[in-house]
């Protein structure tokens, strides 16, 4: 089969610069005056910045205490001992008694940190409802199928909030108290317990269900709690800002984190005489026990901390550049060595050519 000059001709792309690829192009050629700088600029910046993050991390100033209770002779042992049994007796309480020598320089953060538990885990971090979570009518009553074996109860209700994050949901409180003198009073620290989720989390992602008759329990109406829970989630706290859906500890647990070990902010200090830092006296930590972890092998952990300008403590990021800004010089040695090294026999090859 021939093609006429005219059926050819209609098929071919116009006849320009752009269509005909004849626009001029620019292609870099490396060469070791430009790679070699390259490569050393890079590493020492990479350098540079891992020194700083690393010695910020290493500043900040922690004081945790390890309260699972399996493993010292604490007064946390025994609600442990309980949950090996299942779930601890209502209102099993222990306490941590630290002193603090001097001020512990503030912002203070207070953060409890679970071990060996994986909410990485494929099937877990999928077992939610973001639709239902988000406040629409239609999936409060109807939660997706992703949320089995915690989408209805065992009478038939919708849960609400379904999946296994919700149900897992972390409830140990704790309260501190700080006594100034020897023998005088203990006194209450302030905990600010706002502003611990993300922004977005909290103003767009989680939102209630409309209110009926101005009630968030009747909007509620005809849904069961998760089966761990003891109360509904229209319960979580007597503030009308901070229960429901967009209570700022279901939020925070509710952010999955990416590894078995992590740790969630659970308040801040930085309120009244304590605006400063903790100051130095004695402390007690009250601690409502009630989240079991030893059928998972976990532990738990309670922790203050400082922040500085790059957040939490974390070596890691400042560790890391160090070691990508080290490689980054090494290489540049190693091609500078090569370069010398051939460097004649390029010269002797293009006098032959």
Not at 99 to 120: A, D, I, R
Request: hydrophobic share 40%.
């Amino acid at each position: 089969m021939t093609w006429s000059a005219t059926a050819r001709g209609a098929h071919q792309p116009d006849n320009t610069a752009f269509t005909q690829q004849r626009l001029p192009a620019w292609q870099p050629l490396l060469s070791a005056s430009i790679a070699l700088p390259l490569f050393f600029c890079a590493g020492l910046a990479f350098i540079g910045l891992g020194l700083g993050l690393y010695c910020s991390s290493n500043g900040i100033r922690e004081l945790e205490h390890d309260y699972t209770g399996s493993s010292d002779a604490g007064n946390c042992s025994e609600c442990a001992a309980a949950t090996e049994g299942g779930a601890p007796p209502p209102n099993c309480s222990c306490a941590w008694y630290f002193s603090l020598p001097e001020l512990f320089q503030g912002p203070v953060y207070l953060y409890y940190e679970l071990t060996n538990f994986y909410q990485n885990n494929r099937r877990y971090g999928v077992s939610r409802d973001d639709a239902q979570l988000s406040g629409l009518a239609g999936a409060l009553r109807n939660p997706t199928d992703e949320c089995a074996p915690y989408r209805y109860s065992a009478a038939g209700l919708p849960v609400a909030p379904c999946g296994a994050i919700a149900n897992s949901l972390f409830n140990d409180s704790f309260s501190v108290w700080h006594q100034r003198e020897t023998g005088g009073p203990y006194v209450e620290v302030p905990l600010d317990r706002t502003g611990i989720a993300w922004w977005t989390d909290y103003h767009v992602k989680f939102r209630n269900p409309p209110l009926v008759n101005g009630s968030l329990a009747l909007a509620f109406e005809g849904t069961a709690p998760p089966p761990n829970w003891h109360r509904p989630v229209y319960e979580l706290s007597t503030d009308p800002n901070n229960t429901g859906f967009i209570n700022q500890d279901f939020v925070v647990w509710m952010r999955t984190a990416a590894l078995p070990t992590f740790r969630k902010l659970y308040a801040r200090i930085r309120q009244g005489n304590y605006s400063a830092g903790l100051p130095r006296g004695a402390y007690l930590v009250n601690i409502t026990y009630n989240y079991p972890v030893s059928a998972f092998g976990g532990h738990k952990l309670i922790i203050f901390s400082s922040i500085s300008w790059m957040g939490g403590k974390n070596p890691f990021l400042g560790i890391a550049y160090l070691v990508v800004g080290s490689l980054c010089i090494l290489m540049g040695f190693v091609m500078l060595v090569v370069y010398i090294l051939y460097q004649d026999q390029d010269e002797d090859d293009d006098d032959d050519d």
